[in-house]
């Protein structure tokens, strides 16, 4: 049985891989922000603005659980998650978790493009949503790192480097 957990931060790629490796592996895919929009027939931003963060933190919480119950599933987590409550011990012991670690300066070209959808980045950009950055995986860093493999997913331009990635990973796993 097998249950693996990606976690990193926002525009790491967790999704991208996610499903690449949960489909090379024969695992189920779950991404847990589309679990939770399908659940709640919400958006992750309406959820935001219409109950507040810390809602949305207890949902995401309860949905980890339950897809934790789940057996040869890849899940793929939001960038909060693991810094919230005891989630990151939780999926610890529930099965094995990969950090796809990027560098600030990746994470903030890619999330330039793509900052719409994820309401904890307000909008900001350019040079603010590049200290945004730096300073938020400063203090999620130490949660992401006890992820029991640590990834270097700095390259992540095309498909070919998506496959690579998704190789190497199988032979962690
Ligand atoms: C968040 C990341 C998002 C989503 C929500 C909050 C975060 O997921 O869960 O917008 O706090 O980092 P992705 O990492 O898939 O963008």
Do not use: W
């Not at 249950?3 to 189920?28: D, H, Q």
């Not at 890619?110 to 950009?125: F, G, I």
């Amino acid at each position: 049985m097998k249950r693996i957990f990606l976690i990193g931060y926002m525009g790491a790629g967790k999704t991208t891989v996610g499903k690449n490796l949960a489909e090379r592996m024969g695992l189920s895919f779950i991404d847990l922000d589309c679990y939770i929009e399908n659940r709640y027939h919400k958006t992750v931003r309406q959820i935001f603005d219409e109950k507040g963060e810390e809602a949305f933190r207890e949902i995401e919480r309860s949905v980890l659980q339950e897809v934790a119950l789940f057996e040869n599933v890849l899940v793929s987590t939001g960038g909060g998650a693991p810094v919230y409550f005891d989630n990151m011990e939780f999926m610890n012991a529930k099965g094995t978790t990969v950090y796809l670690q990027v560098s600030v300066e990746e994470l903030a070209n890619r999330l330039e493009l793509c900052k719409h959808t994820r309401p904890v980045l307000k909008d900001r950009c350019g040079e603010e949503l590049k200290a945004f950055i730096a300073e938020n995986l400063y203090k999620r860093e130490p949660f992401y790192k006890k992820a029991a493999i640590v990834f270097n997913a700095e390259n992540m331009l095309t498909e070919t480097d998506v496959e690579n990635i998704s190789k190497t990973l199988e032979k962690l796993l």
